[in-house]
């Protein structure tokens, strides 16, 4: 984070990083709040029952929650920018923000299955199927929790407005692994979808 100095030489914070996040997830939660409630009200009733619907559900619920989370510990900096950030609350935003992309990927194997119903479908079709997106989604939790595991704690020791930006773009090859993984599975499930389309 950089500070600037003044004509007297006194060091002042830029807080602009922690405003331009509140400007951006704010808006974005509060959209996925609309997007919940359209989903609701026009969605049909035997339709809420698939498990696609219930998982778009949970997406935006979790991105409304990753909104107010964010904008809310962004806004904890900017009130007391000299006071060091929890290390439970630091390590609760890694978790919240790179845990729910390996749930919202699943969606897209969801539909993956509406094209190879679990009844109609032969065993070996849905093993060469459902193995390697479950050994990518297991991976990437594997990769998840071994960061979390490893994070150097010590990070979080200095004031907010330095420790909190750049939280998870640090060096170690558990977020470079997890990253890879994530590419790799949606590739994946890409490939798959695709071809099931053409």
């Known amino acids: ?10 060091s002042h914070i830029s807080l602009h990083h922690f405003l331009a996040v509140i400007l951006l997830v704010a808006p974005l939660g509060a959209i996925l709040i609309l997007i919940i409630t359209i989903l609701l009200f026009f ?14 559900i949970l997406a935006c619920l979790l991105g409304a929650f990753q909104a107010i989370y964010f904008a ?15 290390h439970s ?3 609760a935003a890694i978790a919240i923000l790179l ?24 065993p070996s079709t849905l093993f060469a199927i459902l193995t390697p997106t479950f ?9 998840l929790t071994a960061f979390l595991v490893t ?16 939280l998870v773009w640090g060096r170690g090859p558990w977020i470079v692994a997890l990253l890879a993984l994530q590419v790799a599975d949606n590739s994946c499930v890409s490939h798959v979808t695709a071809r099931l389309c053409s």
């Not at 984070?1 to 006194?10: C, F, T």
């Not at 845990?99 to 032969?122: E, K, N, Q």
């Not at 297991?138 to 990769?143: D, Q």
């Open 1 to 10: 984070m950089s500070s600037l100095v003044d004509a007297n030489g006194i």
């Open 43 to 56: 969605t049909p009733t035997e339709s809420r029952k698939r498990p696609v619907f219930i998982l778009n």
């Open 72 to 86: 809310g510990l962004n806004s904890y900096v900017i009130l007391h920018p000299d006071q060091p950030v929890s």
């Open 89 to 91: 609350f630091a390590l």
């Open 99 to 122: 845990g729910p992309p390996i749930l919202i990927d699943s969606i897209l194997f969801v539909r993956v299955l509406a094209f190879y119903p679990i009844r109609l479908t032969p």
């Open 135 to 143: 050994v990518w989604k297991a991976a990437r939790l594997g990769c």
């Open 151 to 166: 994070y150097p704690i010590t990070r979080f020791n200095g004031p907010g407005y330095a420790t909190l930006p750049g």
